[in-house]
């Protein structure tokens, strides 16, 4: 156990407070492969494509009337008939251009939305009927439209408060051709294949999709019928010519590792047979010789490794184990879990990935989610992010599974004791995730940040910036919020970093805005305006860095403001008012002891230089600061002084400065002390500082008769050395 701040992390030990992170060069694999997965990704550029692809259900211009009329519609229809593209494109028909995000509407996922005008499209399987009515009058008020998409089961429940219409998916035919046509294959012999008919009798646009995506992808047609069958005939055949149960083994774990050395086959097919405490007597000699292996699993070999080259063979041989042996589904699943850390087996990195990959889809095929978070917590919790990282990334958009694995995903998320290797786990799957539910992936990487160490909140950083690149206002939007939500927290080094991060990516993104995005300025001055009225000592500090950092964005507009708070011109109750000028003051400070070219106060030399009496509300809080606590704001006598030095040196700057002293002491006996002895220790004997130092103490001196008699004295010894 280790004590980090005020805060402890258990699970990992002190070795594990550093984790490890998921590779570079995994992650950008994994997000490619999912972005091959139509059913998962709901980008911009995957609207775009399914619209642009849109065959028209018949009953199109009904949901569209439907849609208009109610902003929520449920459209009901099994896998495969194209429910959600056919929501999409109903929505761009009625809104041309309006984003589309996929949405779960899981109380932990609205926490920050819905809260734009944008189309939501939620699954029917992720939510209640309490929950989607709830998210449905917040999607209202906002001006956006709800799209919610299941099977008619599903939908059913909430036909109290939605409208519910069976989509009319268009022919499978047409689906196909379509297809064709936009791969550039119209004007082949495929569009007219004579096996198209009998395949797709009785199909959906889906089989209609997958049987053209054969097509473009492999291009004969006897393989091209056989696949989309998922070779049935062929495994039906051959497990019937080898009901031996070391045979089959063999297949398994050929098709599960493959392309893989005999000896890896042979080595998992073992690993296989006593995880099924199938009875192997005369071990390795009781299996088939390996010069007889690849014509036994018709196979080929190449590079002394078995390879299948039918397209698709290898997973529809899982498959067809899954579907005629029910009973062995979870043992399969179990022992291809298990299979990346064998350690009598030893498989190379590149082969546990591809086990982690078959345990994954097969898990995500057979609604095996809860098995998917039990293992890659595992993973994970061992150090071994990589093989975590598949698991989860490929799931984790799955429409069977994915919003189970995303429940998993929440609830390690906000455990602070979670081990730090999962954690770090959990923000780059958040990558993957905000792909198409950018709110659900923000608010699982702001409990990240708020209760993972420095290392996961460099992490969640990242994936932030990365997701902003295609969701900024999304991104901003939720930054604003984090900085809101931590004001109430009760511990504060929670609250601290949760601040730090959402600020942390509001001033990130100020460089990258155009030059006059007031927006992304605005909320992140109200942001950093909130934290320094509510927020406590920590909050507070936070709020003055960002403010420090904004105003080297933009020096004259965080001054004009730190002014306004520092006179309180928005009228803010007492407390909050003297803690913002609390804060106002250390920043104007920071401002007012910049330098010009000549070393004087740039505030007041520079081309946007504020007049000197302007500033009497900051200047008034820090010397009540310095009186009160004899330290200040630290900066107080610095800053006074190169003011000072900026009216000897500015004749015509002097009168102004001069005044603003002079306001700021008013009649306080103390304030005029403190004030005469910083004057008269920084002017000296020195002649060129003697009419600032003058024109100030005729103003400060105490008791009266002695300023009378001072002032007399300077208005005789001008007119003297005038007269000279």
């Excluded at 020096?555 to 006179?567: C, E, H, K, P, Y």
């Amino acid at each position: 156990m280790t004590s980090m701040e005020d805060f402890t992390i258990s699970g990992d030990g002190a070795q594990n407070v550093i984790g490890n992170t998921v590779s570079r060069d995994l992650i950008v694999q994994q997000l490619v492969e999912v972005h091959k997965r139509r059913s998962m990704m709901l980008g911009e550029a995957d609207v775009d494509e399914r619209v642009a692809g849109y065959v028209r259900a018949r009953n199109h211009d009904q949901i569209v009337t439907v849609l208009g009329r109610h902003h929520a519609i449920g459209l009901a229809g099994p896998p495969g008939a194209g429910v959600s593209t056919t929501a999409i494109a109903a929505l761009r028909e009625l809104r041309p251009g309006m984003p589309v995000h996929l949405f779960s509407p899981e109380e932990d996922d609205v926490e920050e939305g819905p809260s734009a005008q944008l189309g939501y499209l939620v699954r029917g399987t992720d939510d209640d009927e309490k929950r989607l009515w709830s998210c449905k009058e917040r999607i209202e008020r906002a001006g956006g439209f709800l799209l919610v998409v299941g099977n008619e089961t599903e939908l059913r429940r909430f036909a109290g408060f939605l409208p519910i219409v069976q989509v009319e998916p268009p022919p499978a035919d047409l689906v196909y051709r379509s297809r064709l046509h936009r791969a550039g294959l119209g004007g082949t012999r495929w569009p007219a294949w004579s096996r198209t008919a009998e395949l797709l009798r009785g199909a959906l646009p889906g089989d209609a999709r997958r049987l053209a995506d054969l097509v473009i992808e492999i291009g004969e047609e006897g393989e091209v019928e056989r696949a989309y069958r998922g070779w049935k005939d062929q495994l039906c055949g051959w497990f019937a010519e080898h009901p031996g149960l070391r045979d089959q083994t063999l297949l398994i774990a050929a098709a599960a590792i493959g392309p893989a050395d005999e000896t890896s086959v042979y080595g998992a097919a073992m690993s296989l047979a006593r995880h099924l405490e199938i009875n192997v007597e005369g071990g390795g000699l009781a299996w088939c010789p390996s010069t007889g292996l690849s014509e036994l699993l018709g196979a080929d070999r190449a590079d002394d490794r078995i390879v299948f080259r039918r397209h698709g063979y290898a997973s529809s041989v899982l498959r067809h184990v899954c579907d005629d042996y029910p009973l062995v589904r979870m043992d399969l699943l179990e022992w291809l879990s298990a299979l990346p850390s064998d350690t009598v087996l030893a498989l190379d990195p590149g082969r546990r990935q591809k086990l982690v990959e078959v345990f994954a889809d097969l898990a995500a095929e057979s609604g095996a989610a809860a098995k998917i978070v039990q293992v890659a917590g595992g993973w994970a919790s061992d150090g071994k992010a990589d093989l975590a990282y598949v698991a989860l990334a490929r799931t984790c958009l799955d429409p069977l599974v994915g919003g189970r694995v995303r429940r998993g995903l929440y609830e390690w998320a906000n455990n602070r004791n979670a081990p730090q290797t999962l954690k770090l786990t959990v923000a780059r799957v958040c990558q993957v995730v905000g792909e198409s539910y950018a709110t659900v992936a923000l608010t699982r990487l702001k409990h990240l940040a708020t209760y993972g160490n420095e290392q996961v909140r460099d992490e969640v950083l990242d994936v932030v910036r990365t997701l902003a690149e295609a969701n900024r206002r999304e991104v901003v939007r939720a930054a604003a919020a984090w900085c809101g939500s931590s004001v109430p927290l009760r511990v504060e080094a929670d609250a601290e970093r949760r601040a730090r991060t959402g600020l942390r990516v509001l001033l990130d993104l100020l460089p990258d805005a155009p030059a006059r995005d007031t927006w992304l300025w605005n909320i992140t001055l109200g942001a950093v305006d909130r934290l320094a009225r509510q927020g406590g000592e920590r909050l507070r500090a936070a709020a003055l860095g960002a403010a420090r950092e904004l105003a080297a964005h933009d020096r004259r507009a965080m001054l004009d403001l730190t002014l306004a708070w520092a006179r309180n011109a928005d009228g803010s109750p007492p407390r909050e008012a003297e803690v913002r000028a609390q804060l106002a003051t250390a920043l104007f400070l920071d401002l007012a002891a910049e330098r010009d070219t000549a070393g004087l106060a740039a505030v007041l030399t520079a081309s946007a230089a504020v007049p000197a009496q302007a500033c009497v509300p900051p200047w008034s809080v820090a010397m009540a600061a310095e009186l009160r606590t004899g330290a200040g704001f630290g900066r107080f006598p610095e800053v006074a002084m190169l003011w000072l030095e900026t009216a000897a040196a500015r004749p015509a700057l002097r009168p102004g400065i001069v005044s603003l002293f002079a306001m700021v002491a008013g009649g306080d006996p103390a304030r005029r002390t403190l004030l005469t002895d910083l004057v008269r220790t920084w002017a000296g004997t020195r002649r060129a500082r003697r009419t600032t130092k003058e024109d100030l103490l005729v103003h400060l001196l105490q008791p009266e008769w002695q300023r009378l008699l001072y002032k007399l004295w300077v208005k005789a010894r001008r007119a003297v050395a005038g007269g000279g």
